[in-house]
């Protein structure tokens, strides 16, 4: 496979985990909001923040780390791959949990 064919299916494939993680995280963290009355799984607004901030880094080194590594196919990607989509879902957490504030 060519190396531009092997970054564009790791970038697919990130692309489409990263929906499926963020809409997850989505799903289960509004599903908690709306059973649990007393709220007492949600952060402290200071780890809310500090999410938010190292979040992006999960986001930022893997999608530097693939083109890094732009010859390497998606499966040998799949490491970097997750780690990009950790930073999504704890981005898409933590919003949440702002908004809920």
């Known amino acids: 496979m060519s190396k531009n064919k092997n970054l564009t299916n790791t970038l697919i494939l990130t692309s489409v985990l990263s929906f499926i993680f963020g809409f997850g995280a989505y799903l289960i963290q509004t599903k908690a909001i709306s059973s649990v009355s007393s709220c007492s799984y949600a952060d402290p607004l200071v780890i809310d923040i500090l999410a938010l901030l190292f979040a992006p880094f999960l986001i930022i080194e893997g999608t530097i780390d693939i083109f890094k590594h732009k010859i390497s196919s998606p499966v040998s990607q799949l490491a970097r791959i997750l780690r990009i989509?950790?930073?999504?879902?704890?981005?898409?957490?933590?919003?949440?949990?702002?908004?809920h504030k």
């Open 85 to 99: 989509n950790v930073g999504v879902s704890i981005t898409v957490i933590h919003i949440i949990q702002l908004m």
